[in-house]
């Protein structure tokens, strides 16, 4: 197994070591002498085994290249960074859901499989993987590991109802997120579980949540605050320092995939944050989005035009349309 990933990324070149955010910029002649290393099947690098020290505070074992850094080819597309549905699908069934409707179809695991290899193509180097409800998903596993084996930089969103789970855990610690984002929807049982209209999910929540703590696993929260929880705003804020976790709040609530408003009644007026001016976007340039049938699309929210990589694979992307007002950069 991989311990680092050099990879292209945009117009340069980095090293990132899987399960960490932070990686290091290599000059074009450091990643071709890898590339090199890693065809000849050469040792590390003294250059990289002091990086990787200094870095992430690391010893990295004299082995062949080929063995320790997982050196990705570029891509003839400029793609860089994903987000793919895994499943719209959810165990909690809050009545505001941006996937609305939460049906468990879409692909099988042969379907996951070439996603993946295909984004693996594309040059996706962040993937973040999302639902519905991720962990939920049969081949969440398989899909988690094959994203890190090929060399892809993970993140993963989740409600947390399964983070407790021997399965779950053991994916994450061999597919090594660099982060795992848990949303939270109240900070006691009575209006979690009923913001969530699910009996003991607040008791799955907090388990998981202290399933992953005790693995060590690198945990963020979403503090969703809603009109309908917001009066338990400050004790969620309280929750997310006793548990020692980084969080964020999160007060605009995204309409439904289908395009409706009523996630506009779920906002609490008093809690808005105030909405960066849109300056331009990567969309198309450096992200997309893939749907849980492996519909591809410029983001998450600009779906009108679709790509099937399932009939049209890797050269479909070409006809992804641009993005208003982007901006490359």
Not at 65 to 81: I, K, Y
Not at 94 to 115: I, Y
Not at 129 to 142: K, N, Q, R, S, W
Not at 266 to 295: I, M, N, T, Y
Request: net charge neutral; proline share 6%.
């Amino acid at each position: 197994m991989h311990d680092l990933i050099a990879s292209p990324f945009l117009k340069s070149f980095v090293l990132l070591r899987p399960g960490r955010p932070e990686g290091i910029k290599l000059p074009e002649r450091r990643f071709r002498e890898l590339e090199r290393a890693r065809d000849s099947g050469a040792t590390l690098p003294f250059w990289l085994m002091d990086a990787a020290r200094a870095r992430w505070n690391i010893e990295p074992a004299a082995r062949p290249t080929n063995e320790a850094v997982l050196v990705r080819d570029a891509s003839m597309f400029g793609h860089s960074c994903a987000s793919w549905e895994i499943n719209l699908g959810c165990d909690l069934a809050w009545e505001h859901c941006s996937p609305g409707q939460k049906r468990f179809a879409g692909l099988d695991g042969k379907g996951k499989r070439r996603v993946l290899l295909t984004l693996r193509d594309a040059g996706i180097l962040w993937l973040r993987i999302t639902g519905g409800e991720a962990l939920i998903d049969p081949h969440f596993a398989v899909s988690c590991r094959l994203a890190h084996d090929l060399g892809m930089m993970i993140e993963v969103l989740t409600n947390g109802t399964r983070l407790s789970a021997p399965d779950i855990l053991a994916a994450l610690n061999a597919g090594r997120p660099y982060r795992v984002i848990v949303s939270l929807y109240g900070a006691t049982a009575g209006t979690y579980d009923s913001f969530t209209r699910r009996r003991g999910a607040f008791k799955r929540v907090t388990a998981g949540l202290a399933a992953g703590i005790e693995a060590g696993l690198p945990l963020q929260l979403a503090l969703i605050v809603t009109s309908q929880n917001a009066h338990e705003r400050e004790q969620m804020l309280s929750l997310a320092d006793e548990l020692g976790l980084p969080h964020k709040e999160c007060t605009h609530i995204p309409p439904p995939i289908h395009g409706g408003a009523e996630s506009l009644a779920s906002r609490s007026p008093a809690h808005l944050k105030p909405l960066e001016r849109f300056a331009g976007c990567s969309a198309r340039h450096a992200c997309l989005h893939v749907d849980p049938h492996g519909q591809a699309s410029i983001c998450e929210v600009g779906r009108d035009e679709q790509i099937d990589l399932m009939t049209e694979g890797l050269q479909g992307l070409d006809r992804l349309p641009g993005c208003s007002n982007d901006n490359p950069s």
